[in-house]
DNA sequence: TTGTAAGCGTTATCAT
DNA sequence: ATGATAACGCTTACAA
């Protein structure tokens, strides 16, 4: 068995309860006696037993992560690692620890949040997504357990502390350039429609079309997973249109990486028959051949505020609700070009 | 406060003992007791306590996850999302729970481990990296901490239970397969010379070279970090030899892709002029112009059997020390062409 | 300034 | 088959 503060107090001839003080540092102890239990401390290699603390305390200095029940797909997009480090970062600042839960179905992810709430095993949640009709949303609002979305929830906006893009700027400003060029017919290709991020970038997409009196073609729109397969698919989908669209607004860098390969492999010339604008600016967008025009969004940012809000949460018992809005900028490279 | 063992018993009228004997679902249960407590928990909406449960039952049922202390280098490469991926699916099969470490320095990391195992936070840890001379794995051994490294740890190779690849016959295989293209002038680009898996690799580069009597020549052996800038600054040097290398070993995709940039930006031909075989086979040896043969490892199943392993270390308390080996193969595409 | 003792919510060992 | 009760290692009133 481990060493204990009890003996820790033998050691240093103390109570526990004066060790108990020290470790917090209380500034109800004196000087002296502080120092001989550090010293007995070190002497005896003593390091806190957290699992005894956290039942003493009800807090565990852990921070649950809620990845989207179809992780397999959101695994294999950078948006993940980005995230995450930004989430380890600033949970590393703030000596909290990071307990991550998957699932493969809704109702997976749905129990493995239960757990770790009603099994008090984290003080506070992170959603890495937000979708429409969220049951992990009702569910921490209705017990009103801290929680922080990265993205922005579909209900209840303004009760719940988000961390968020302008997605609807990004989009009618990503629009407005393609537009900028004399593209007036312009494709969408989404995420699924239940995730309010592709909701925002359409309506973004939808308004700047209005803005310029273009006129919106549903056959136009498309939504599939944030996958490279996804744009894959959509791209064909887009291609069988009696009049095809000459510009493409993609939702993500891996969609328009398959978006690249599918027009490729058709030897259509990007940008001079087809014109791309996507999001997240990873990697990708700039190893993509062309080098893809692409939205940055600062997902490490995104990560990093929302561990910093849910801390703030947590501190202050009534911390007011926060929007926080992480500014994006398009970087131009070489997918767009006016139109044909 | 949350409902707990004891509500459940007063509700039941049993006492708080059988309740938690109906959770473990003991055989010394009778089955109406079981029901009738059964109906309590329902009614309540209980949920057991881990944290409590953990202190008593001395075991947290998480898994402590190390990532390499340059952890904001690991993250940028898809290898992480791969492994967690692994991972996560293995813990999730086997209702742990996954618990992540960073850390800037070494320090640092070895800090957050002495605080995850000595604050009894995890029953076992799994390490993403095996270096030379690593300290927390001689702290681990030392304290016959349940662990497993994804990698081959250097020292106590058989003494520790590792889940790796067979990096010097995929090294070995990868250089005979440029080598039975006529090349003899073979660089080698890896990471850090202080990862076993640089180490391994290199040492099968060596062997095959050797074996084709092709004199080793130390010039055309570089170390960079497993990023795309350490693919270019790598090539740059190579080029400088008095006679270039026409083929090269890269030991990660990421390096690769730089390598590949910095080729093209010189106009210098892939395949015709430079060959290149990359290892890991990630999204980016499909994408990049031209495609890269690479060597696949199966990151993913390093990571699910690394949680396996761990699991059956956990177990059985005098489990043998295993060393699995995930099988690795040769993916064709077209950055290799015959000596020029 | 320090000690005593009662929790925190379980599990596990004895009894019965 | 079930109930009392003592751990598990810490925090935190309440006393002194």
Do not use: W
């Amino acid at each position: 068995m481990a060493i204990t503060i009890k003996d820790v107090a033998k050691q240093a001839n103390v109570a526990p309860s004066t060790v108990s003080r020290v470790i917090a540092n209380s500034p109800r102890i004196s000087e002296t006696t502080k120092k001989r239990v550090r010293d007995a401390m070190d002497d005896l290699g003593y390091h806190p037993n957290f699992i005894a603390r956290s039942l003493a305390s009800q807090s565990t200095k852990v921070i649950g992560l809620v990845l989207p029940h179809s992780s397999g797909v959101f695994f294999q997009n950078p948006f993940f690692s980005e995230v995450i480090q930004g989430l380890s970062e600033g949970v590393h600042e703030n000596h909290y620890a990071l307990q991550m839960t998957s699932g493969k179905t809704e109702f997976d992810s749905y129990e493995g949040v239960v757990q770790m709430v009603q099994g008090g095993r984290v003080d506070g949640i992170i959603l890495l997504y937000s979708m429409v009709d969220d049951k992990i949303i009702s569910y921490l609002s209705k017990r009103n357990f801290p929680f922080v979305v990265i993205g922005k929830p579909f209900d209840l906006v303004d009760k719940i502390t988000h961390v968020d893009n302008d997605n609807y700027m990004a989009a009618k400003e990503a629009t407005d350039y393609i537009i900028g060029l004399g593209h007036n017919k312009i494709g969408f290709i989404g995420g699924s429609p239940s995730l309010t991020v592709t909701i925002d970038r359409l309506q973004g997409y939808k308004e700047a079309l209005k803005a310029s009196n273009i006129e919106l073609n549903e056959d136009y729109i498309i939504h599939e997973d944030f996958l490279r397969e996804g744009g894959q698919e959509a791209v064909k989908e887009l291609l069988r249109r009696t009049i095809p669209p000459t510009a493409l607004l993609v939702t993500d860098d891996l969609m328009a990486v398959g978006v690249v390969n599918s027009l490729t492999e058709m030897e259509i010339d990007i940008p001079n028959k087809v014109s791309i604008v996507s999001f997240n600016n990873a990697l990708f967008a700039e190893m993509s051949r062309p080098p893809l025009t692409s939205i940055d969004i600062n997902i490490k940012e995104l990560g990093y505020q929302a561990v910093s809000s849910l801390i703030q949460l947590l501190k202050n018992e009534n911390e007011p609700v926060k929007r926080i809005i992480i500014p994006h900028r398009l970087v131009i490279r070489q997918s767009c070009g006016v139109a044909p």
